[in-house]
Every structure is written in structure tokens, then in C-alpha cells.
């Protein structure tokens, strides 16, 4: 029998220590440093570089990765109870080496880079030394790849992509981008596509402009057009073909960690939340004595605790089944149900802070669009239901029956026959 929620002593001392950790040093970077990906702002590395490497020693340093990659091996349940403390701030996931898009990138070169690459671009990446970005949505469409049009032929020893991506993250900050590519536009969809490591300074990368969202002083997702841009034939990551396959190994990962962030994010608007129902009067009470108000400190506590059982009994099932295909209705439904938890813990907290709430001098209303974000980013919530919907279904079937398999009817009919020598007629027809 093993169905058991509690951490194990000695791993929460060290959710312990992570706690009051991001809580004392590092929740107050957030108010510094204007991007965590920035290594151009001189107080980064005078900041966030002591904190690594305290996190280093601590060794909880790049915990998504297994040993061979410096990583502890944790596996998804333990990153999830990680992830939920570093979901608080923003620079966070930064000082514990585990930050998108670079460790989802890091999964894909891990898996499918030559000796040579893991040198010239993972360890660098893993270390904290560069950053990296995943280009792969284009301008008409991003929820449909099979729209996607950039392409890359192979001339003589290299690849050339030529084509144009759109909300490219990061890409102002990185060394080198992942780029998705039209490799063969006559095969099937979903082997139409190949995958290519492209260093940021290749001559063609040219940046259209800086994309930024609604809570952004700064673009940090690029529109980019590729223009001949040429890299060496073993710049392909995977077979030709297989750019789906690689995707999936980034995106399975990359979905539930957002998720797992978004618990710490969404409980600390809670926390929030609650103090300020419990200090704020009017009309001779505290905000906390009003039922409306309770209502909404009730539904949000019900919202994120559902929530976060779901996230860590994903990420329990991905440590289970080391698969995330297996997963994968589970992976979908996290991320369809996300931005929905995020947007009404933050809204609520947003309304019962008045006119404070909604100003800039509280974090609400940016919560409120980056729920946004994670409703868009790897995938749209339409298409992750559709997943959901697709596999669940898969385990049912229809009937040829005229009235359902289920009707009361036709149930009561089959009990009867069932039982028929042991129940008395007059009750069995009454
Ligand atoms: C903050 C942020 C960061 C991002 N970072 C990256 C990145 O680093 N790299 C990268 O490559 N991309 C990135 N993206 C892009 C993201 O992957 C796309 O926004 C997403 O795939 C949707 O594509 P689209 O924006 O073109 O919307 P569209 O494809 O135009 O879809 C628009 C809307 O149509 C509806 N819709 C679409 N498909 C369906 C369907 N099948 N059924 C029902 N309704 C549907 C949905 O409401 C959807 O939101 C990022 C996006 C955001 C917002």
C-alpha cells in the first residue's frame, strides 16, 4: 500500500533550507536585476553568481538533469517540490541552474549532440555561462506546425534555413538558438521538420525586433528572419525527419515545469491574499469576515491544492513510467488546467486588494496576463484539451445499441436476469 503525500525527513531539509533560501536572498533580486538572462547588467554576475554557487555546494544545483549531467538525478516528483519554491521568484530558477527554455535545450543536446557539441554548447549551458533559446514558432501560425514553412537544405557539408520565427524567447541573450526547420515539405507532417542547433552570431541571423508582453519594459521574444543561414551538416539534431521527436523531449519536461513553478507563483499570491483579507476593515470588519471574500479565499485554496496534487502526481507518474508518452493526457490537462488556476488565484487576489491591487506597486495584474503566457507557450490550452479529450476517449468505446450501454432500462432488464432464480417476481416487477 503506498499511497502516501509526505516528504521524507531528509529531503525536506532541504526544501527547508531552499524555502528560506529564495525567500531571504533571492525574492529580493527580483526588485534588482532586470532580466535573469541578461548577462550584459553588471549586477547579474556580481548577484546571482555567489548564490549559484552556494547552490552548488548545497548540491541542489541543475536538479532536472541526472548525475552524468551534474545534475542529482531527483527525477519529476522532488524537481516538483523544488519547483514550487523557485516558482517565486523570478530569479529563482537561475541560481538553481534550472531555468526554460535552457533546460528543456539542454535535454534535447544531452539526448541527440555530438561529444564535440555537449562541449561547445551543454556544458557552457548547463554551467550557467550562456544561454540559450527555442525558435520555433512563425508569424503565421504557431498552434499549427504543420504550417510552419522556414526551411533548411542541405548544400554540399551544410545546412542552409532560410524563414521567419516568431516569439523566440530569449533570443536577445543567447549564444545559440534551436531552431525547427522544413526539411522535407512533400513528406508526411509530422516528418517534415528537422532540428538544428544555429549559433546566435551565424551571418543571416537577423533579429526583426523585440517582442514584448504586456508586463514587459524589455522585448525579450524575438521576431527573427533567417537568410541563408548557414551551419555544418552535424548541426542537425536528430535524423532528418524527427524534428517532432526532439521536440518532445524538451516539451514534455518543459510543460510540467511550468506547472510546478506556477504552484509557487499562485501560492504566493494566496499568501497575499489572505493577510491582507485578515488586515484590511471596512464597515467596522476585516475583509476576512465577509462571506463574499471567504468564498474567494475558500474556492482559491480548493483551486491550488487540486492543483498542485495533480502537478506532483504527473510528476510522479513521469518518474513512474520514464515516459512522457505514457504521460501524456496527464502532461495536457496540467498544462490545460495552469493558466486557468494562475489567472483566477491572481484575479481574485487582484480584487481583494481594491485599486492596490490592481496598480503596479502590487504583482497582480502582470500575474493575471502571464496566465496568458502559460495558456500560449508549448501549445495553446484548446489544443492540450483536445490531447486530453483524444486520450481519455481512447480508453472508451461506443455502442451499436440504439439506447446507450447505460440505460436505466436495459440495466434494470440485465438485473433482473442476473438474479432471476434468487429474487422474488412481484418485487423484481414492482
Ligand atoms: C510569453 C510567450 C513565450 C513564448 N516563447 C516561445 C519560444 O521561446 N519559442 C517558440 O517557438 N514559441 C514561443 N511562444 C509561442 C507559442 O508557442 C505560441 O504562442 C503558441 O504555440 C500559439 O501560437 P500562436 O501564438 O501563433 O497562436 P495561433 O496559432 O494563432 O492560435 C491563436 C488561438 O487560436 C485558438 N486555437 C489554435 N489552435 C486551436 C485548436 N486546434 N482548437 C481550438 N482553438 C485553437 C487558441 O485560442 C489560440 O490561442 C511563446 C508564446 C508566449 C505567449
Not at 176 to 198: G, H, K, N
Not at 292 to 298: N, P, S, T
Request: proline residues 5%.
Amino acid at each position: 500500500m503506498a499511497w502516501d503525500f509526505e516528504t521524507d525527513p531528509e529531503f525536506q531539509r532541504e526544501l527547508d533550507w531552499m524555502d528560506d533560501f529564495v525567500r531571504e536572498e533571492i525574492e529580493p533580486l527580483d526588485f534588482i536585476i532586470g532580466h535573469p538572462n541578461d548577462f550584459t547588467d553588471p549586477n547579474r554576475e556580481k548577484l546571482i553568481a555567489p548564490l549559484q554557487a552556494e547552490v552548488k555546494k548545497r548540491g541542489l544545483w541543475a536538479c532536472h538533469l541526472g548525475p552524468d549531467l551534474g545534475g542529482q538525478g531527483y527525477g519529476q516528483l522532488k524537481l516538483g517540490l523544488m519547483n514550487e519554491i523557485l516558482g517565486r521568484a523570478k530569479c529563482a530558477p537561475v541560481a538553481f541552474g534550472c531555468q526554460a527554455p535552457d533546460s528543456g535545450n539542454a535535454e534535447i543536446l544531452a539526448h541527440y549532440g555530438t561529444g564535440a557539441q555537449k562541449d561547445q554548447y551543454l556544458q557552457p549551458l548547463l554551467d550557467n555561462e550562456i544561454c540559450s533559446c527555442y525558435s520555433m514558432t512563425e508569424p503565421q501560425g504557431g498552434a499549427d506546425p504543420k504550417v510552419f514553412t522556414c526551411s533548411a537544405e542541405l548544400i554540399g557539408d551544410e545546412w542552409v534555413i532560410n524563414g521567419e520565427k516568431w516569439f523566440s524567447s530569449n533570443a536577445r541573450y543567447a549564444s545559440f538558438l534551436i531552431v525547427m526547420a522544413v526539411t522535407d515539405p512533400e513528406a508526411p507532417p509530422y516528418q517534415r521538420m528537422s532540428m538544428f542547433i544555429v549559433p546566435a552570431d551565424t551571418p543571416g541571423v537577423e533579429i526583426v525586433r523585440h517582442v514584448a508582453v504586456g508586463y514587459e519594459s524589455k522585448g525579450a521574444h524575438a521576431y527573427i528572419r533567417y537568410n541563408d543561414v548557414r551551419v555544418p551538416r552535424d548541426h542537425l539534431l536528430g535524423e532528418t525527419g524527427q524534428g517532432f521527436i526532439v521536440a518532445q523531449t524538451r516539451l514534455g519536461g518543459g510543460r510540467i515545469h511550468h506547472a510546478m513553478r506556477t504552484v509557487g507563483k499562485i501560492r504566493r499570491a494566496f499568501d497575499m491574499m489572505c493577510e491582507r483579507s485578515l488586515s484590511r476593515e471596512t464597515q467596522g470588519e476585516v475583509l476576512a469576515q465577509k462571506q463574499l471574500v471567504q468564498a474567494m479565499i475558500a474556492d482559491s485554496w480548493i483551486d491550488i491544492e487540486q492543483f498542485r496534487l495533480f502537478v506532483l502526481r504527473t510528476a510522479w507518474k513521469i518518474d513512474r513510467y520514464k515516459n512522457y508518452k505514457e504521460v501524456r493526457a496527464d502532461i495536457s490537462a496540467v498544462k490545460a488546467q495552469m493558466p486557468k488556476v494562475y489567472h483566477d488565484v491572481y484575479a481574485r487576489a487582484l480584487q481583494v486588494h481594491g485599486s492596490l491591487g490592481l496598480s503596479t506597486e502590487m504583482p497582480f495584474a502582470a500575474g493575471v496576463l502571464d496566465s496568458f503566457h502559460m495558456g500560449l507557450a508549448d501549445g495553446p490550452t484548446e489544443v492540450h484539451k483536445v490531447t486530453v479529450a483524444r486520450q481519455v476517449l481512447g480508453r472508451y468505446q461506443g455502442t451499436e445499441e440504439l439506447f446507450p450501454d447505460y440505460h436505466l432500462v436495459r440495466r434494470r432488464e440485465q438485473a433482473l436476469a442476473k438474479y432471476a432464480d434468487l429474487i422474488e417476481q412481484e418485487v423484481a416487477q414492482g
